[in-house]
């Protein structure tokens, strides 16, 4: 026998006791990795825990802040102390009041179920925007010229400045009225594109803050920005209008820098700046695209030494200050960037340019030629049946750049243009002005919300993984800021039905938490006195667009879709208002019944828009649900999503409040819509699905009524029929009542209306419509046909929570109790759903061999997972190789309706049932 010494020995006793140590990672505060500008005055903090070992829980933890990262220790601004909590997620700061501009550094060491300490993590760190409106010390500036009100070409403004000593810290901070592109010393500040973003402006305007500290020198500088109409008064909505917000640009700069000798100056935004307009982008808009003339550019302008005496001076305006606010979300950025995969030229002569993806953004584009030379692009989402360059679609938005060559190239003979202010939805680019286009000098840019990619979802089927694929490109395209409903038209808007629709998937694919967080605070500022809540947030439409039931609910199925996905109580408390606020104006519409409870059946309503409707319909079949039993299901709904946020805040009057007016809904939903055996108005799927799944029906009613929906889908064929409202419930309701086979059945349907019809018809986003795009390759009606509109990507939502069964349980949310329980089907041999949890990284994967199940699981540190075997019985299941009994950390608690369940903690699992 091979002798191992005392040392040897010692080492692989040490190694594996630190390799199988608990440790911390991934620290965030308000969500984000060392953010730059909160106004959150009590920040929350969150980690990770990691470890090798099964079943590793958090029994305390200790916290340390610091405004010195090398003294963190002392603890000076907080430190805990040992904390007995199992809460690693959103702990609020609760020490010393943090201070304006301040940067602070964090730790965190965390206590397990062994009784271990982890060692301290790696310092983290955030820094605190302007807390007060006195903090502001710029002042407003505009144009000090008279505008041209036709073109409006983008004002640039500049100040030049002397940092007299070596520079520690420079901090700026910026926003506008329009959108503002800054540089200082030639070069651009930060990366975030679009900003400040788009708010209810009036009430709500966001600033940005960045640290330039290494875009400074001692000596001269010189800061330049240029200003675009953006949102504020460019053209906005679908009827023309512009100058929504006010008719001027204008811009708030304010520079604090702090010297190495701990003195400190401010450069602000004042009456000493120059402003011009004869800048380069002659013209920007949103839905119109950017003018931009190359030989207008000045070189040097914003650097110091230029010589602007023909500029102008500028206008300060006495504007608000009260209504800025830190950004909250993560803001626009350049993405992902795609090479043409194509070089077309079209049945009518069309140079095109197919970049192979439906994507939001923009075309970087390298041009040679003399100046005067015009470039212009076009954008387009789809070709015509014949392969022509169609742009009917986008009614009046012209969705072009036009590029006006100063003939005078780089060092690698081209010169390159890139707009500024706005952004195309588009797949394809028709290029005039150019000879023969060659690929390698076209590159499109993705833009949106700086969002994490947090799911995936893979199966055995390619066109089941393609509809994934456009699901999350969907997203992408339409989560600009705010969740708009098409990337490409004249409208972009944020309208609030697609938005709850699709927010328990969007909270899946990416992390939108902070993105939601800051929209709502949008729709509750938008919401009237009423407490009624308008079509679109920030809305552009009118205090007569709001109202329509399924839209409006918004404000409250997406606060409560942010609680279950992330666990986080404060968007409850922070939209409670709202929450309530909608409810009651449902309540005060309504009008008394026989029996005196409240049916909603007044007011406009959108209804289940685009529902399935066959032209010449001589038959019946168009799926028409009564508005009003929508709007009686939906006011059901929201409020039993008040008592739900009730209950969680410890508001135990209003759950008794509203918990009677709940059943007084119901009641009345069963006078008005309801026969007495279960059949109702309208015989529609979307009817069925509502009622079922918002309880609507007595119990003794639902299974009965359940197959009423599974003979309906059955009876076209297993095709859907549903629209914006009914769509993201409908496999949620069958498979809930026991039919699975008819949910697959839909979800693997091919030809139209289905979700793959599009994925067939090479669509690589979702559509719109159902049929977009017509079997005969002709056309939807072009008034309303978007090919990025992300609603009907709902159904991911099922494929993520039931296919492949990643859940969190109602009672855990945030994935805090994970709740594991994949339903096989659809002749699918394998599925699987990964998710960056708050707590880590969660997975449910199966696959069928041979009549053989396999289940592979991943359950992150901290957390715990009931998990649902699909299995005729525990004798058959083995978890690594051995007997459920034998199997480290597993204890079986039950056995249901073909699923053996069993609890377990954090770790990777293999089941396998030979049964299932």
């Known amino acids: 026998m091979k002798k191992v010494s005392l040392f040897t020995l010692l080492f692989y006793v040490v190694h594996t006791v630190v390799w199988a140590q608990t440790g911390v990672q991934n620290l965030r505060c308000e969500n984000l990795s060392n953010p730059l500008g909160l106004d959150v005055v009590q920040p929350r903090f969150s980690w990770q825990l990691t470890s090798t070992r099964r079943n590793v829980l958090q029994t305390a933890y200790e916290i340390r802040v610091s405004t010195d990262d090398k003294a963190l220790a002392k603890g000076a601004v907080w430190n805990t102390g040992k904390v007995a909590s199992d809460s690693s997620v959103h702990v609020a700061y609760a020490g010393k009041p943090l201070q304006s501009g301040e940067r602070y550094y964090w730790q965190v060491r965390v206590y397990d179920n062994t009784g271990q300490a982890s060692a301290w993590s790696a310092p983290a760190w955030f820094q605190m925007a302007l807390l007060k409106e006195t903090d502001w010390k710029a002042s407003w500036i505009g144009p000090g010229y008279v505008e041209d009100s036709t073109l409006r070409p983008s004002p640039m403004f500049r100040k030049e400045f002397t940092a007299r000593k070596p520079i520690r810290k420079a901090t700026a901070y910026l926003t506008a009225h329009g959108m503002y592109w800054a540089q200082l010393n030639g070069e651009r500040v930060g990366d975030a594109f679009l900003t400040p973003g788009w708010t209810t402006y009036g009430k709500r305007l966001q600033y940005q803050v960045y640290d330039v500290t290494k875009l400074l020198k001692q000596g001269a500088n010189a800061i330049g920005v240029t200003l675009g109409n953006g949102w504020y008064r460019g053209f906005i909505g679908f009827s023309g209008q512009k100058n929504y917000f006010g008719n001027d640009v204008a811009l708030l700069c304010q520079l604090e820098i702090t010297y190495s000798d701990g003195t400190t100056e401010r450069i602000v935004s004042d009456n000493s700046w120059k402003s011009t307009s004869a800048g380069p982008i002659r013209s920007s808009e949103i839905y119109n695209g950017e003018i931009y003339d190359a030989r207008m550019e000045k070189d040097g302008w914003n650097r110091a030494g230029y010589k602007d005496a023909d500029w102008s001076g500028v206008r300060v305006h006495d504007y608000a200050k009260n209504h800025l606010v830190a950004t909250y979300n993560e803001p626009v950025r350049k993405r992902e960037t795609f090479q043409p995969v194509n070089i077309i030229r079209t049945p009518k002569g069309e140079q095109v340019v197919d970049f192979g993806q439906n994507l939001v953004g923009w075309v970087v584009v390298r041009v040679n030629g003399k100046a005067g030379d015009t470039i212009t692009l076009s954008h ?537």
């Open 380 to 916: 387009a989402e789809v070709l015509d049946k014949k392969g022509n360059f169609y742009t009917e679609n986008l009614r009046a938005a012209v969705c072009q750049n036009k590029y006006v060559l100063k003939g005078k190239p780089a060092a690698d003979g081209f010169e390159k243009f890139e707009p500024h202010f706005t952004w195309q939805g588009f797949r394809y680019i028709k290029v005039e002005g150019m000879g023969d286009l060659k690929p390698e000098n076209f590159l499109a840019v993705v833009l949106y919300s700086d969002m994490n990619l947090t799911g995936q979802f893979t199966s055995s089927n390619p066109l089941i993984n393609q509809l994934q694929k456009n699901i999350q490109w969907g997203q992408r395209g339409n989560f600009l800021d705010v969740p708009t409903d098409c990337p490409q038209r004249d409208e972009r808007l944020g309208w609030t039905g697609d938005a709850q629709a699709f927010s328990r998937t969007a909270a899946f694919n990416f992390g939108v938490e902070n993105f939601f967080a800051k929209w709502l605070k949008d729709v509750a500022a938008d919401q009237l006195p009423n407490g009624s809540v308008p079509f679109v947030v920030p809305n552009v439409l009118g205090k007569g667009a709001v109202g329509s039931t399924g839209w409006a609910d918004v404000a409250t199925i997406a606060p409560w879709n942010m609680y279950l996905a992330y666990g986080d109580k404060r968007i409850l408390e922070q939209q409670y208002p709202s929450m309530k606020a909608w409810v009651g104006y449902m309540q005060k519409e309504s009008k008394k019944d026989a029996a005196g409870a409240p049916v909603w059946a007044s007011g406009f309503h959108f209804g289940d828009w685009l529902f399935y409707r066959p032209f010449d319909d001589n038959d019946g079949r168009a799926a028409v649900t009564d508005k009003y039993l929508i709007a009686q299901c939906f006011f059901a709904h929201s409020t039993q999503l008040l008592i739900n946020t009730a209950k969680v805040l410890g508001k135990t009057d209003d759950v008794q409040t509203y918990s009677r007016l709940l059943q007084e809904v119901k009641d009345a939903f069963r006078r008005e819509y309801m026969t007495s055996n279960g059949r109702l108005v309208s015989s529609t799927q979307t009817a069925y699905v509502l009622a079922l799944n918002f309880d609507m029906l007595p119990e003794e009613l639902r299974a009965s009524t359940a197959q009423r929906l599974v003979d309906n889908v059955k009876s076209y064929g297993n095709h859907l029929t549903t629209g914006f409202l009914g769509t993201p419930y409908l496999c949620h309701v069958l498979s809930r009542f026991g039919h699975d086979d008819v949910a697959y059945a839909l979800l693997m349907q091919e030809s139209y209306p289905s979700w793959l019809y599009p994925v067939k018809m090479g669509a690589t986003t979702i559509w719109e419509r159902w049929d977009g795009i017509k079997p005969d390759s002709t056309f939807q009606t072009p008034s309303m046909n978007s090919y990025n509109h992300y609603a009907y990507g709902a159904i991911g939502d099922w494929m993520y929570r039931v296919v492949a069964g990643l859940d969190t349980e109602d009672d855990g949310p945030g994935y805090h109790k994970i709740r594991i329980q994949p339903h096989i089907g659809g002749k699918l041999t394998a599925a699987k759903a990964d998710l960056q949890t708050p707590y880590g990284p969660a997975s449910s994967g199966w696959k069928t061999e041979n009549g053989k199940l396999t289940l592979d699981i991943d359950i992150p540190a901290n957390t715990t997972a009931k998990v649902y075997i699909p299995a005729a019985g525990a004798e058959g299941v083995q978890e690594g190789g051995k007997p459920l009994s034998a199997a480290e950390g597993v204890r079986q608690i039950g056995q249901e309706k073909g699923y053996v369940i069993v609890q377990v903690g954090s770790g990777k699992y293999q089941f396998t049932a030979n049964r299932y």
